[in-house]
């Protein structure tokens, strides 16, 4: 597993609860290090342990864990540049979501390396949406309700998620647009700006 994705849940709990939390289910995973380094890359089961660890130090479900991570990747100060980057792919919520397809190849433009699940957007009908995601890393579909939680909030957009289970390596998500100008979304300027 890349050292990206296991850097982000150290990171997700380091800002959210803390050294002492992340050294707590560091030792708990028994990784034998509290610290990961982001380019290198990891054994494919230290990923579950350590969130099993997280899950059980927090005493919250793995899924909520994760759907958490993905709001933390798009939200916290700390983590910007990714909310910047996605933004990028779209004007709008429903320009965002048709750009998801995109995302793992996006991805790999900025990190040769990171192979991210792959994605897939069905149009069902006017505001009606089914998200497969690859189940190539176990729960990522919780990560990424986590993602497009905080990015229709992002654009102001009142939006129901449902993550509607798993089946056949798939993981699904059933997203419901209510109302796309919900509210003011954050500012956001494609141009940088002159100081």
């Known amino acids: 597993m890349h050292g990206l994705i296991n850097r982000a849940i150290q990171c997700f709990v380091e800002d959210s609860y803390g050294s ?8 708990n995973a028994d990784l034998g290090f509290v610290e990961f380094e982001s380019m290198l890359a990891y054994d494919d089961d230290v990923t579950p342990k350590l969130l099993d660890a997280v899950s059980h130090v927090l005493n919250r ?22 909310r910047r980057l996605l933004r ?18 996006r991805a790999r433009l900025a990190v040769s390396d990171l192979n991210l699940p792959g994605l897939e957007l069905r149009d069902l009908a006017p505001g009606q949406f089914r998200l497969a995601c690859d189940k190539s890393i176990e729960g990522y579909g919780h990560v990424v309700m986590g ?6 909030d992002d654009y102001g ?5 449902e993550h509607a289970g798993s089946n056949n390596g798939t993981e699904t998500i059933s997203i419901t647009l209510i109302e796309t100008e919900f509210a003011e979304g954050r500012s956001f300027e494609l141009g940088g700006r002159a100081i």
Request: proline share 3%; aromatic share 8%.
């Open 157 to 161: 957009v009142l939006a129901v998620l």
């Open 147 to 152: 993602v497009l939680r905080a990015m229709a």
């Open 88 to 105: 990028f792919c779209g004007l709008d919520f429903v320009e965002f979501l048709h750009s998801l397809d995109d995302l793992p190849d």
């Open 20 to 27: 002492e939390t992340w050294v707590e289910a560091a030792v």
């Open 61 to 82: 479900e793995r899924n909520e864990v994760m759907e958490d991570i993905g709001t933390y990747l798009v939200s916290h100060p700390n983590v910007e540049a990714l």
